[in-house]
C-alpha cells in the first residue's frame, strides 16, 4: 500500500539515500555514544552514534556529530535523519538530547501515518541506548540520567515479543508514557507483535500487560473472542480481500502478482507471478511480505506456501 507522507518526511528520505551534503546516513569511527534498537530479521533496525566535544566535566559535552545507519522504510530513514537534525542544530549535551521524544520527532517531520509512529519510536530508543553507551564510556552516573533512563540501563526482563527482543519491562514502560490502550496501537507504535502476532494474545502476552495495566476491558475479550471465532469462510473471505486490496496492487506496482491456488484452514497456498516469480528475493516477499500482511490483518496464525 502507498503511504501518505509529508513532503518534508519524502524530502528528507532522498536527500539521505541520495548522500546530500549535510545529511547523516553513515557511521562515526570510534564513536563517543553508540546505540542500537530493532531487528534486521524483522523488520527495521537502527544503529545510532554520536560524537560530543568534551569538557573538564562530562556533563558538559555537546554533541558536534550524529550519524545513523537505518535499515528500514521511508519514515525510518527520514526519523533517523531528523533525530540527527534536531540534536546537531540545538547543540545539545547528551543528557540533555534525551528529552527528544518520538513525538518531536514525529513533528519534525509534519506527522506520520499511524502505523508508522513505531519508526519515530526507534530512533528515540537508540538515542537512549547511545547515551547510555557515552556514560560508561565518561563515567557519568546513570543516576545523573534520570530516574527512567537509569532504570533502562540495567533493565533485564521477560522476553515478550520474541521477533523484535522487547522485554516485559520495556513494553510496560512505552505503554504508559505512550497511553497505549489496544494491542493494535502497540503493534503500530512498538512493533510488538507485527511480525508473527504469537505474543497478542497468548499468557503474559500484549493483551495481558495491558489489561494489567489499564484493566480489563471488553476491547481485549472481543478480539480474542473475534479470533477464536472466526468461521472458515469468514477467514478465507478475509484473506481473499486482503489479497486483493492490499497485496496484489503492491506486487502490481513491481510488475508482479500473486496467484492463490488453494486456502485450506490457515495455509494458503499461493505462487507468486510477473516479475516477481523469477526475483532473487521471491522467497523473502512471501514470508516477510505476503505473509506477514496476512498475519498482520487477519489472523496470526497463517502461513503462506509456494507452489
Not at 528528507?12 to 547523516?24: E, N, Q, R, V, Y
Not at 540534536?87 to 543528557?95: A, D, F, G, S, V
Not at 533493565?155 to 497505549?180: A, H, S, W
Request: proline share 4%; hydrophobic share 40%; aromatic share 6%.
Amino acid at each position: 500500500m502507498a503511504w501518505e507522507y509529508s513532503e518534508k518526511t519524502k524530502q528528507l528520505f532522498l536527500d539521505a539515500i541520495s548522500a546530500k551534503p549535510g545529511t547523516h546516513l553513515g557511521e562515526i569511527e570510534d564513536p563517543d555514544g553508540l546505540g542500537e534498537h530493532g531487528s534486521i530479521v524483522c523488520g527495521d533496525a537502527m544503529r545510532f552514534a554520536f560524537r560530543v566535544k568534551r569538557a573538564a566535566d562530562p556533563h558538559d559535552d555537546r554533541i558536534v556529530e550524529a550519524r545513523y545507519l537505518t535499515f528500514g522504510c521511508t519514515s525510518a530513514i527520514a526519523s533517523s535523519e531528523a533525530l540527527c537534525t534536531i540534536i546537531e542544530e540545538r547543540n545539545l549535551t547528551p543528557i540533555e538530547a534525551l528529552a527528544i521524544t518520538n513525538q518531536d520527532i514525529v513533528d519534525f517531520l509534519g506527522g506520520l501515518p499511524e502505523q508508522k509512529i513505531h519508526c519515530s519510536v526507534m530512533g528515540a530508543e537508540a538515542l537512549e541506548s547511545s547515551v547510555i553507551d557515552w556514560a560508561k564510556r565518561r563515567g557519568v552516573p546513570f543516576e545523573d540520567l534520570g530516574p527512567r533512563i537509569e532504570a533502562a540501563a540495567h533493565e533485564e526482563g521477560r522476553i515478550v515479543c520474541v521477533c523484535f527482543n522487547l522485554t516485559e519491562p520495556y513494553l510496560r514502560k512505552k505503554i504508559q508514557e505512550m497511553n497505549l490502550r489496544t494491542v493494535e496501537e502497540v503493534r503500530d507504535a512498538l512493533k510488538a507483535g507485527g511480525a508473527c502476532g504469537s505474543c497478542q494474545f497468548k499468557a503474559g502476552g500484549i493483551q495481558d500487560l495491558l489489561d494489567e495495566l489499564w484493566g480489563k476491558d471488553e476491547t481485549g475479550i472481543a478480539a480474542r473472542a473475534g479470533a477464536a471465532e472466526k468461521s472458515p469462510y469468514q477467514l478465507y473471505k478475509e484473506i481473499e480481500q486482503t489479497i486483493l486490496q492490499v497485496i496484489r496492487p503492491m506486487l502490481q506496482r513491481d510488475r508482479g502478482d500473486l496467484e492463490i491456488i488453494e486456502i485450506k484452514d490457515k495455509k494458503v497456498y499461493c505462487r507468486l507471478k510477473g516479475a516477481c516469480a523469477t526475483c532473487a528475493g521471491a522467497g523473502v516477499t512471501l514470508k516477510d511480505g505476503i505473509e506477514r500482511v496476512l498475519r498482520d490483518r487477519v489472523d496470526p496464525e497463517i502461513v503462506v506456501i509456494d507452489v
